[in-house]
C-alpha cells in the first residue's frame, strides 16, 4: 500500500500507483477523479464552485471546476499520464439545505456537478460513473492502482464506482 495523500477544500493533488488520493466532507463541493489506466496517474480535485469566469478574484485555480480541471491534467501529464487515455470519476454536488424553491444561487452542488460534466465533455474526457447530489455530504478516496473511487457517507453503505 501507497500513501494515502489528502487534498484539502479547493485544492487538487496528483499520484502515481500505489498512492491513493482522498478528501474529506464533499458537500456541495464536487470532487474529480481524472486517471490514466494505463500510466496509473490518479488526478483528484476538490472543487467548490462551477465557474472561474464569474468571480473577479479567481487566483485559486482549485477552486473551480473549469480552472481545476485544466490544472490537475497539467500536473498529470506532467507526472507521465497521456491526455488522450484520461477518464473521470466524479462525486459530491449535494444540496446541502433543504429549502422550497432553491434558487440557482443555492442550487451550487448541482451546479458544480454540471460544470465538472460539461468540462470533461469539452475536453473530451470520458465520464466513467458517479455518484452525485442528494442531500449529504461524502468523504472519497481513489485508488490510482485499480481506478476504484471509493465513497463514504455518514449512515450509508460504503460504495465504490
Known amino acids: 500500500m501507497g500513501n494515502m495523500i489528502k487534498v484539502g477544500m479547493a485544492d487538487l493533488k496528483v499520484c502515481k500507483c500505489p498512492d491513493s488520493l482522498t478528501t474529506l466532507g464533499l458537500g456541495s463541493c464536487v470532487g474529480v477523479a481524472l486517471y490514466d489506466p494505463i500510466s496509473k496517474v490518479s488526478g483528484l480535485l476538490h472543487c467548490m ?14 477552486k473551480f471546476a ?66 452525485c447530489g442528494l442531500n449529504y455530504g461524502r468523504t472519497v478516496e481513489f485508488y490510482s492502482e485499480t481506478g476504484d473511487y471509493v465513497i463514504k457517507a455518514v449512515g450509508k453503505p460504503v460504495k465504490t464506482i
Not at 464552485?49 to 482549485?62: F, H, Y
Not at 442550487?107 to 460539461?118: H, I, L, M, S
Open 49 to 62: 464552485l462551477p465557474d472561474s469566469t464569474q468571480i473577479r478574484n479567481n487566483s485559486n485555480v482549485a
Open 66 to 131: 473549469d480552472t481545476g480541471i485544466d490544472e490537475l491534467i497539467r500536473q498529470m501529464v506532467a507526472l507521465g499520464a497521456n491526455k488522450s487515455r484520461l477518464v473521470a470519476k466524479i462525486a459530491g454536488g449535494a444540496q446541502m439545505f433543504a429549502m422550497s424553491g432553491a434558487s440557482d444561487a443555492l442550487r451550487v452542488g448541482e451546479r458544480n456537478a454540471q460544470a465538472a460534466k460539461e468540462k470533461l465533455r469539452k475536453l473530451n474526457i470520458r465520464l466513467l460513473a458517479e455518484d
